[in-house]
């Protein structure tokens, strides 16, 4: 008996997103990205010995439309009088 499945096709995208102010935290990346689409995830980096920003994260978008959107409005915007700067994130492997 074969059993009828089901898939779902995940279409998240993940953005880099480099230049980000130290004093930004994930609630606002993540409310500056939400006015374009569903925000899946959002990570910011941190350094692992003083827990400052490391000025870059990750934004995970909810289609590939709201993320080609999002690079479109925020790529180049200055935040906090700097440029932000937002691209489709490439997994490297490890």
Known sequence: MQKNLTHTIINTMKL?????????????LEALFKQF???VSTKIVY??????????GFVEMGTKTEAYKAIDKLNGIEIKGRPLSVEIAI???R
Do not use: A, L, Y
């Not at 230049?19 to 935290?25: E, M």
């Not at 350094?47 to 870059?56: A, Q, R």
């Open 47 to 56: 350094d692992k010995i003083t827990w400052e920003s490391k000025g870059f």
């Open 16 to 28: 880099f997103v480099k230049n980000i102010d130290r004093d930004i935290n994930e609630m606002q």
């Open 91 to 93: 997994d490297k492997p």
């Open 37 to 39: 689409g569903e925000v």
